[in-house]
């Protein structure tokens, strides 16, 4: 019976890719689809970016990355980065822990509230902020008594894009700790090491390329943000503007070049976290 | 080292998973608890181990309460059903762990951890897998790995939550001898899960059988087989024929010479090599007719229906070496006779 079965299986597989094998022109066709689509709205835009920042030369392309309002946005957008990124880290760590290994009242609408910031549109979220710390806001009147400024100022552009960032991390652990269980952890603990070290030789070696994969696409979002960095920046040039305004603000103002220059950087950004992405991904898969 | 575990009880919600457990592990025994699916043996398992916190009861661990200690501080080694390797690391460092994660003053010498890991690896006839990650394992290896790294803390008292669980038919038979003879030569008190008396009844000294939450009975694997405490032990423990003299099996049973001994319980349970099939018609016989048998390697279990009886229609089921049915030479739909060695009485 063994013997007989295995033909039989072969043929069904042989079957199933003549089921699967188009028409030759149905795959040409559609194969091309695919190409232009990705060239019209990807490639040529992407080129068109890199191909305005230096249609003044080089030399233009290099004044406009060094103007003084182009470093500043550089240097806040950085700065946004460096606090939001480590910050988002650790608590998308610490809510993933808390989702995937506590049994709690609540749970599931926990698990729910993160994805908030993606359902959110970006704007609603500036404003949630501008109602908060505003001149007219909750807060507002005891932020002005004691000349804390919130709202057009870097504070209030780390706090939206904390809140933008902040499912990143969460949502790319909670799924893989889910599915690993604790029982490596409990070895751990009925080895003799301690809640940290358990963590730190155990949870963290197992957890890692998910997490740089979550921390990178936050980083991703933190540096690109625009809707709600927009609403609570207020577009002060070289005081709040990060690179994603800079771009906005300089192209209004028909200063072609130094708004595709930001723009490369940006684009630049988004080339590396995507080789970075796919190998991360590769790494996973590899594990 | 022994166990004793006093008054413990723990609930899921509304659901009372252990009730007033009472237990005494004698040291260097090698304990099975033992019951289906459900009747909180794994929850008892991990409150000794310090996994699970009890509601109420003590745990108390050679003479120490140990019921406020974390899992960390018992000492205690855990073996899981899924063997919980750490998969980053090769099975040398996994074996090393435990060694490695003691407070500094206690740790001992790289020199020593090597000598020891190695020295473990060889103790479970796998220290040629040192370099390997737990993925390029054989189930069978990677669980005793699993038991090397957690006699590597030389711990006092071995837990092991369904073993062999997650392993093939034929290396599970292995392990158990193996992990038999693994016992008699360390002699660490050891209490493992099972849901298969066989493997409860082939590797332990002592057997704890549990069901809903409660101790139904403990002893030797012969005392619970030969003398179960209740219709729940009988039945779990082999292969067990049941009769009702409430359901008129009455007379049939005493046709098959079988007298209902006074103020013992009406249900009878009849092991099926308690069944003796005889061609001729003899003294104390009951009729039967045999209905089909299957191969059992050593044993033939036949399977008969009882004639002339106004009593149940439950099938009859009876074992015989091999060789013992070749000479009585039964085909199928023969006209036999059936006598009734012994039973347990059960209300």
């Known amino acids: 019976m063994h013997t007989a079965a295995q033909p039989l299986k072969k043929d069904k597989v042989v079957t199933q890719q003549r089921a699967l094998q188009d028409p030759t022109w149905v795959r040409w066709s559609l194969i091309a689809i695919a190409i232009s689509f990705i060239s019209l709205f990807i490639c040529v835009p992407l080129g068109l970016v890199i191909f305005q920042a230096f249609s003044k030369g080089l030399q233009a392309y290099w004044s406009a990355l060094t103007n003084a309002d182009t470093l500043s946005a550089i240097r806040l957008t950085l700065l946004v980065a460096i606090i939001t990124v480590p910050l988002n880290t650790l608590f998308g760590v610490i809510s993933a822990w808390a989702i995937t290994r506590f049994e709690f009242k609540g749970k599931s609408f926990l698990t729910t509230l993160i994805d908030i910031p993606f359902s959110v549109s970006p704007v609603i979220s500036g404003f949630i902020f501008v109602l908060l710390f505003g001149a007219e806001g909750w807060f507002g009147s005891w932020l002005v008594e004691h000349d804390i400024k919130i709202i057009f100022a870097a504070p209030g552009i780390i706090l939206a894009t904390l809140f933008i960032t902040f499912p990143f991390v969460a949502r790319q652990l909670i799924p893989l700790m889910q599915e690993m269980g604790n029982q490596e952890e409990e070895a751990a603990l009925s080895l003799g090491a301690g809640g940290w070290k358990m963590f730190f030789s155990v949870t963290l070696p197992n957890i890692k390329w998910a997490l740089l994969y979550g921390v990178l696409l936050c980083n991703a979002r933190a540096m690109g943000e625009f809707g709600a960095v927009s609403v609570v920046s207020g577009h002060i040039r070289g005081m709040t503007n990060t690179l994603p305004l800079h771009v906005e603000v300089s192209y209004n103002d028909y200063d072609v070049v130094s708004a595709f220059a930001s723009a490369s950087i940006l684009a630049a950004l988004a080339i590396v976290t995507l080789v970075l992405k796919t190998a991360l991904e590769w790494k996973q898969a590899n594990r | ?347």
């Not at chain 2, 855990?78 to 040398?92: P, S």
């Not at chain 2, 009951?286 to 299957?294: E, N």
């Not at chain 2, 070749?326 to 059936?338: C, I, P, R, S, T």
């Open chain 2, 1 to 347: 080292m022994s166990i004793l575990l006093s008054d413990i009880s723990k609930n899921f919600g509304n659901f009372a998973a252990l009730n007033h457990i009472n237990l005494e592990v004698p040291e260097g025994e090698l304990v099975a608890l033992l019951g289906p699916s459900g009747c909180g043996k794994t929850t008892l398992l991990r409150i000794i181990a310090g996994l699970e916190h009890t509601d109420k009861g003590r745990v108390i661990i050679n003479g120490q309460d140990k019921t406020d200690q974390t899992v960390s501080q018992r000492g205690i080694g855990f073996v899981f059903q899924h063997y919980a390797l750490f998969r980053h690391m090769t099975v040398f460092e996994n074996v090393a762990f435990g060694l490695r994660v003691k407070p500094r003053r206690d740790r001992p010498s790289n020199d020593f951890i090597t000598k020891k890991v190695h020295s473990l690896l060889d103790l479970v006839q796998l220290d040629w897998l040192h370099n390997r990650y737990p993925d390029q394992l054989s189930g069978g290896q990677r669980q005793r790995i699993a038991l090397a790294r957690a006699l590597a803390v030389e711990p006092s008292v071995l837990l092991l939550d369904e073993p062999f669980g997650a392993l093939d038919a034929s290396v599970r038979k292995d392990l158990r001898q193996w992990l038999r003879n693994l016992h008699h030569e360390l002699h660490v008190t050891s209490i493992f899960v099972t849901h298969d008396q066989e493997e409860a009844m082939e590797v332990a000294s002592q057997v704890v059988v549990l069901n809903h939450g409660q101790i139904e009975q403990q002893g030797s694997p012969t005392d619970i087989y030969d003398h179960p405490a209740n219709a729940f032990v009988s039945k779990f423990i082999g292969q067990t024929n049941i009769f009702d003299l409430d359901e008129h099996d009455n007379d049939w049973l005493q046709t098959a010479g079988l007298l209902q001994p006074s103020q013992q319980g009406k249900i009878a349970h009849v092991r099926p090599h308690d069944i003796i099939i005889e061609k001729t018609d003899n003294h104390h016989t009951a009729p039967a007719t045999l209905k089909d048998w299957q191969h059992l390697g050593a044993l033939i279990r036949i399977e008969l229906v009882k004639n002339e009886s106004n009593g149940s229609d439950a099938p009859v089921f009876a074992e015989m070496p091999n060789e013992q049915f070749k000479q009585l030479e039964l085909a199928k739909g023969d006209k036999v006779k059936l006598k009734v060695r012994q039973a347990h009485w059960f209300h």
